[in-house]
């Protein structure tokens, strides 16, 4: 079965498939615990924008997932995200499918009383 990358598996999320968000880079998701998956192809980009070879980003930044079925972005000891630097992700034109695809995509219970992304005119944003 195929699992569209933005879309971690989460009984909770609400969905609303005819609107879209825009990010205000607010952060909240950024603090949210659980993991963000990598997929292979996102690895070269991510590495290339922190002047790393690929194995040096997958030693610093990497852990395996807790399923066991590929890589993850490590966390901070607070949840935080490791790319995460102030307000800032540091990654941000590079961002993993699944951090482009909050709220959208996916989302979690709550996720509006912290996340202040905004409805799209004309529906759904990637």
């Not at 205000?24 to 922190?50: F, M, N, Y």
Request: aromatic share 8%; charged share 20%.
């Amino acid at each position: 079965m195929f699992q569209d990358p933005g879309s971690p598996d989460h009984p909770g999320a609400q969905l609303e498939p005819a609107v879209g968000y825009v990010c205000q880079r607010c952060t909240a998701c950024c603090k949210w615990p659980g993991e963000v998956r990598l997929d292979d192809h996102e690895i070269p980009r991510l590495a290339a924008a922190l002047n790393l070879t690929e194995l040096e980003f997958i030693e610093r930044y990497t852990r395996l997932r807790t399923n066991r079925q590929g890589l993850s972005l490590v966390e901070k000891p607070g949840h935080e995200c490791i790319m995460l630097d102030g307000q800032a992700c540091r990654i941000h034109p590079v961002k993993p499918a699944q951090c482009g695809g909050f709220p959208t995509r996916w989302n979690f219970p709550g996720w509006r009383e912290i996340c202040q992304a905004v409805p799209a005119a004309g529906g759904r944003v990637g």
